[in-house]
């Protein structure tokens, strides 16, 4: 035991912290466009120190030395919109979870698509997180109205003057409509992939925001998340989709927040949870044409 206490523990613990963030960083920008920035980042800075202390290359260890303050301004400028989502997740944690609210806006979600999909409307939902959406469109029109499934159908609809683009949401709200979002860049998709979904992969690519679709040739509802497209889902996996993203947890996160369940809280027999929805889970689905 004396032994355990003599032991130097900083360099262990700050091996520790230096791997759980390393594994945090690789873990919030995996599936976004600065995946393999920061890949390539890590791998320079680790390289190169050790190649200049393994052959002792004095006058490259003197660069690095003195060029070392400005990777800090690089590494905010390079890495700026993964910085700001980043941020933005982790001071912008709410008091207290609605679930009641949150459930009721998946709800009109799925009705709504249930709805296009059957008539084979296009759609493109943005339900927005942390990160506003209003600096990434590069054009819509402000509409600022409540959520009804009536709503979003008329929007929709075609020949509508605003039925292009994409709709923002906001909570129980339609923010604006006939979105023009940013277009992916990758080049592993296939070439059939229409616009709509390219523009969901990009804005999630981007953002933090969950992506609803609709397709206008095939009736096919997907959705898209951290850049990744799934497609061809059942209403249950889209609700259950939804339900894991949104819908936050009931337990108490603070004392006010222990206060209040104590406050307005019975007591209460507990519940089995909730059976699995039926049905084969969702894929993602590389073929076909949609715009």
Known sequence: MLALLQIDWRPIVEILILAVGIYYVFTFVRGTRGASIVTGFLAVMITLPLVTSFFELTVLSWLLG??????????????QPEIRRMLAQVGNLPLFGNTHEQRENIETIIQTVERLAEVRIGALIAIEQTN???????????VDCVATPEMLETI???????HDGGVILKGDRITRAACIFPLTRRQDLNKSLGTRHRAAIGLSEETDAVLVLVSE????????YKGQLTRGVTLENLRAFLSSILV??????NVADWLRVLKTSAPKRATPPPAPAK????????TGTDY
Request: hydrophobic share 50%; no cysteine.
């Open 132 to 142: 506003p959406l209003g600096a990434m469109v590069e054009s819509g029109v402000a």
């Open 66 to 79: 003195t060029i070392a303050p400005s990777f800090v301004v690089a590494v905010v400028v390079i890495f």
């Open 217 to 224: 040739e095939t009736g096919a509802i997907s959705y898209a």
């Open 279 to 286: 049905g084969p889970p969702p894929a993602v689905i590389r």
């Open 248 to 253: 936050t947890s009931d337990r108490p996160r």
């Open 156 to 162: 929709f609809f075609p020949n509508n003057a605003i």
